[in-house]
């Protein structure tokens, strides 16, 4: 495997449990300013230490950019993150695949 597709299987990884897929889908309804850590458990009535593994698993899987403002934690949807891998996704679309049945 390539690092292209390493990168996407991480993304897509991370969104595959439902927990962490409502906390990005959160994020991208915020919009570039983000939410602070404790309001996104607030909106989503989840304990702050169940959010911090979600949060770390985006982070690690590069769909989330957090960013300390005093005592504060800014989160954020790394859009450009998501689009590459929806991207990857695609870009091969409707290219054909050759037949590997052997032909005489």
Excluded: N, W, Y
Aim: charged letters at 25%; one cysteine or more; glycine letters at 6%.
């Amino acid at each position: 495997m390539d690092k292209q597709t390493d990168s996407a299987a991480a993304a897509l990884a991370a969104l595959g449990h439902p927990a962490r897929l409502t906390v990005f889908r959160l994020l991208v309804r915020a919009g570039p300013e983000g939410v602070l850590v404790g309001e996104i458990a607030a909106h989503l009535d989840m304990p702050l230490s169940t959010l911090a593994h979600h949060l770390r698993s985006l982070k690690q899987a590069g769909l989330i950019v957090q960013t300390r403002r005093g005592r504060e934690v800014e989160t954020r949807a790394d859009t450009h993150a998501m689009r590459d891998v929806l991207d990857f996704l695609m870009s091969e679309c409707c290219k054909g695949v050759p037949s590997l049945a052997r032909q005489d």
